[in-house]
T-cell receptor
Framework: DQQVKQNSPSLSVQEGRISILNCDYT??????FLWYKKYPAEGPTFLIS?????DKNEDGRFTVFLNKSAKHLSLHIVPSQPGDSAVYFC??????????????FGKGTHLIIQP | GAGVSQSPRYKVAKRGQDVALRCDPI?????LFWYQQALGQGPEFLTY????????KSGLPSDRFFAERPEGSVSTLKIQRTQQEDSAVYLC????????????FGEGSWLTVV
């Protein structure tokens, strides 16, 4: 029973174009969402987050959109660069329920930026 | 070092052997987390410490798994009588507070049980 789903195992995008990574969740208690980026043989690194009181958060080339009614969020990267090639994990938690006790991760999407 | 350090990076254990995985969090970080990541999966929460107190161990898959952080700094994840399904990357993460966007992950300890 996966509570956070990333249905695309991989995504290939041309350099300079927009990359859109999608994530769906089932637990309506989730109220805080994060995206992590992971290179091979390294630990995940925090990229961007969004609280459920917002529907958009932007940080440079990265924007996360949240659609609470659809229980869907997406990460937009524009323009895509070769260094963006990595596995991207969507994660969620019921933060307002008590704290940072643990994140529920999706299986990840492997983003490949084509030159 | 400046980041979360884990050791060993790679461990091959025979089935039935006990293993201990060490995590050195970033100095001064209050919160420490352990996650298990199986091949092709996302990280799954195992346990959480705030200083030396283990506040949540709901993700530990069986009583063969045990974690401690006796002095509120270094943490050890111990797996007794390892089985093949324990093969995974074990990720440690730390945070200076309980804010989720300040969690830093280590590189992981890759455990293979043969």
């Amino acid at each position: 029973d996966q509570q956070v789903k990333q249905n695309s195992p991989s995504l290939s995008v041309q350099e300079g174009r927009i990359s859109i990574l999608n994530c769906d969740y089932t637990n309506s208690m989730f109220d805080y969402f994060l995206w992590y980026k992971k290179y091979p043989a390294e630990g995940p690194t925090f990229l961007i987050s969004i609280s459920s009181i917002k529907d958009k958060n932007e940080d440079g080339r990265f924007t996360v959109f949240l659609n609470k009614s659809a229980k869907h969020l997406s990460l937009h990267i524009v323009p895509s660069q070769p260094g963006d090639s990595a596995v991207y994990f969507c994660a969620a938690t019921a933060y307002s329920g008590g704290g940072a006790d643990g994140l529920t991760f999706g299986k990840g999407t492997h983003l490949i930026i084509q030159p | 070092g400046a980041g979360v350090s884990q050791s060993p990076r790679y461990k091959v254990a025979k089935r039935g052997q006990d293993v201990a995985l060490r995590c050195d969090p970033i100095s001064g970080h209050v919160s420490l987390f352990w996650y298990q990541q199986a091949l092709g999966q996302g990280p799954e929460f195992l346990t959480y410490f705030q200083n030396e107190a283990q506040l949540d161990k709901s993700g530990l898959p069986s009583d063969r798994f045990f974690a401690e952080r006796p002095e509120g700094s270094v943490s050890t994840l111990k797996i007794q009588r390892t089985q093949q399904e324990d093969s995974a990357v074990y990720l440690c993460a730390s945070s200076p507070d309980r804010e989720l966007n300040t969690i830093y992950f280590g590189e992981g300890s890759w455990l293979t049980v043969v």
